[in-house]
């Protein structure tokens, strides 16, 4: 098996993330972990393609010295069968990923460092094709609640009951758009904290690279403060946030664009988050009940961060504007 050596036992289920599902597998070459790839996304087209060049940017961001963790190639590509699942294999790494709460700003200031080391990189791969700044249609919403009330899903009400909100904020995020997609980088686009695994406290590496490209670097920078600073809480601390902003300008990354823009960015991610998980409940796009269980769970605190980053834009958007050049 791509020269990994006999299992040793069975394969062990290591966690259920939101999208993959990972497990250890021991065997007589070491210890390797299985990403099991979601099934409705191995079902998309050209899938494989987009995996193999998402790890080619994990290796080269590798080679550039960035600690990031790549998936094992075998027969010309990362993706793999193994024993019935459709997946990818990694070497093991002994260590924890972080829950969403706020981290100290020691831990933080690493994590600023990290991504400005990415940014200055700037590293060039031709065949990625700029991201496209989705329009959310006011229909989808519509639907989507109407459908999800008549089948008795909990978040029914709540949802439709902001529907003006979310026709609102993604005008705002289509108009942030507009400035935002002038300037790109290519960049890990997901370094939140189950993004990143810590061997010990200063030694981090950074996994699942499958959301790699382009992206611009003031909305990046933004959503990961804001990550690693609490959003999920409901509560962002400030010394956190700074201790992001200082290292990563310390590193060479530069602020440009406007901090309110670059929030309306991330409110595009929060929104697509939010319909995605919208629609999973409804059973689109997924055949496993309990990834559509998660996915009704999920809805409501998606709505919740859309409803705390509307709510402290500005003042969240002064805070970035500190390190604006």
Aim: hydrophobic fraction near 40%; glycine fraction near 8%.
């Amino acid at each position: 098996m791509c020269g990994l050596g006999n299992p040793l036992k069975e394969l062990q289920a290591v966690s259920d993330g939101s999208l993959h599902r990972v497990w250890r597998l021991d065997t007589t070459q070491g210890t390797f972990a299985v990403k099991q790839l979601n099934s409705a996304i191995v079902q998309t087209p050209h899938i494989r393609d987009i995996y193999r060049l998402s790890e080619r940017i994990a290796e080269a961001m590798a080679v550039c010295g960035v600690p990031a963790v790549a998936a094992l190639s075998c027969n010309e590509g990362p993706v793999q069968e193994i024993e019935g699942r459709t997946g990818m294999i990694y070497r093991w790494i002994e260590g924890e990923t972080l829950s969403l709460d706020a981290v100290e700003p020691e831990r933080a200031r690493q994590i600023g460092a990290l991504l400005g080391r990415i940014h200055t990189l700037n590293l060039q791969f031709p065949a990625l094709s700029e991201p496209e700044w989705g329009q959310f249609r006011d229909d989808d919403w519509n639907l989507l609640t109407v459908h999800a009330y008549d089948r008795g899903i909990p978040w029914a009400t709540p949802v439709r009951s902001v529907m003006h909100r979310l026709i609102e904020w993604s005008k705002m995020y289509e108009h942030a758009g507009e400035k935002l997609s002038r300037t790109y980088v290519l960049s890990h686009r997901d370094l939140g904290q189950k993004n990143v695994l810590w061997q010990d406290e200063h030694t981090p590496w950074v996994i699942d690279w499958e959301a790699a490209g382009l992206i611009n670097p003031t909305m990046e920078l933004a959503s990961v403060a804001l990550d690693w600073s609490g959003l999920a809480s409901g509560v962002v601390r400030e010394d956190t946030f700074a201790a992001i902003m200082e290292s990563y300008v310390d590193a060479g990354g530069v602020v440009r664009d406007a901090g309110i823009d670059a929030l309306y960015g991330v409110l595009g991610i929060w929104l697509g988050w939010l319909l995605f998980n919208m629609r999973r409940s409804l059973g689109e796009a997924t055949l496993d009940e309990e990834e559509r269980q998660l996915s009704i769970q999920e809805t409501p605190l998606a709505l919740a961060r859309l409803r705390t980053l509307t709510h402290y834009a500005e003042q969240w958007a002064s805070w970035i504007d500190r390190w604006r050049r």
